[in-house]
Structure formats: structure tokens, C-alpha cells
């Protein structure tokens, strides 16, 4: 199982990013994806999450409004549109994969088994 996390990048504050997610080694379809981050002394945090039919997706609180997870399953690639950026949002990008996991947890990184490299996202004011 591979997930690469790719562009991430320096961008000023109300500008934009597009994180991708490629998948492989696995039947990508089946698969919630997921991405956290992650800023230097804080705890992983959950951004969003998209389940394998791309029919539900969650968001957190901080990113809700600004940030549109989607997949395409014929690319077995999950993206990350990050509009209206802000200097919070500096941290490091992960993706994460799993199977089977209830709605409630869609955030909570030990529901996930299956993590790719980070990418980081620096956000200036």
C-alpha cells in the first residue's frame, strides 16, 4: 500500500493550493481517504475525509466553507482544493487510508491504517 501526498508548496494568505493523494497497491475504491495535518508542537488534526463511493464527505471546523475534498476513482487519486488560505493552515498534509469506518470517526487518525509521506503547506501573512 502507497499514498504519495503531492503539492503542497508557499503561498500567501488568501491564496490557493490543490493537494493530490495517488493511491496504489490497493483497491483504492474500497477506501475512505483522508487528510490530516499536522503543525510543529500541535496534535494531528483532521481536515477531511471522503468515503470510497465519494458520496459523503466531512470536514473540520477550521476548514469548513474554504477546503473541498474529491476523488476520482478511475485515477485512484483523492484531491485537496484549498481556497481562502490562512497562516493557521501552515502545517504538514497527510493522507491517510482505511476501510469500514463509522461516520463519527471519519476524523480521528487511529481509524486510519494506511498513511502517506506529508506534504508541507506554508501559508504567509
Known amino acids: 500500500v502507497q499514498l504519495q501526498a503531492s503539492g503542497g508548496g508557499l503561498v500567501q494568505a488568501g491564496g490557493s493550493l490543490r493537494l493530490s493523494c495517488a493511491a496504489s497497491?490497493?483497491?483504492?475504491?474500497?477506501?475512505?481517504i483522508a487528510w490530516f495535518r499536522q503543525a510543529p508542537g500541535k496534535e494531528r488534526e483532521g481536515v477531511s475525509s471522503?468515503?470510497?463511493?465519494?458520496?459523503?464527505?466531512v470536514y473540520g471546523d477550521s476548514v469548513k466553507g474554504r477546503f473541498t475534498i474529491s476523488r476520482d476513482n478511475a485515477k485512484d487519486t483523492v484531491y485537496l482544493q484549498m481556497n481562502s488560505l490562512k497562516p493557521e493552515d501552515t502545517a504538514v498534509y497527510y493522507c491517510?487510508?482505511?476501510?469500514?469506518?463509522?461516520?463519527?470517526?471519519?476524523?480521528?487518525?487511529?481509524?486510519?491504517?494506511?498513511w502517506g509521506q506529508g506534504t508541507q503547506v506554508t501559508v504567509s501573512s
Open positions: 491517510a487510508a482505511s476501510k469500514n469506518i463509522i461516520l463519527s470517526s471519519l476524523l480521528r487518525y487511529p481509524s486510519y491504517a494506511y
Open positions: 497497491g490497493f483497491r483504492f475504491r474500497d477506501y475512505t
Open positions: 471522503i468515503r470510497s463511493s465519494g458520496g459523503t464527505t
